[in-house]
């Protein structure tokens, strides 16, 4: 779901298309229990919303994914990816 997301918001298919594409890998990846996962769609999900002005949904989505993260977990790429995408510095 998020690759055919990414896909259809790359090729500038309707938003809700590829919002729905996202909001679909996201759910499966809490059901999972796959909070990387998680949190990987929900960037790939408000980095495609912000081409449309932003998206309260995704951004609300991007900021729970962050808090199933230890503060042991703040140093990987995909983490300060979100942090950056927020605008936000890194939990200390």
Do not use: C, H
Request: charged share 30%; hydrophobic share 35%.
């Amino acid at each position: 779901y998020r690759i055919r997301g990414e896909l259809r918001s790359d090729s500038g298919a309707p938003s809700t298309l590829s919002e729905e594409d996202f909001s679909g890998a996201v759910e499966i990846a809490r059901q999972q229990g796959a909070k990387m996962l998680e949190l990987v769609a929900t960037s790939s999900w408000y980095r495609a919303s912000l081409s449309n002005g932003g998206s309260d949904r995704s951004r609300q989505a991007l900021e729970a994914a962050l808090k199933n993260f230890k503060e042991s977990e703040v140093d990987t790429p995909e983490v300060k990816e979100a942090y950056a995408l927020l605008g936000e510095k890194k939990r200390a």
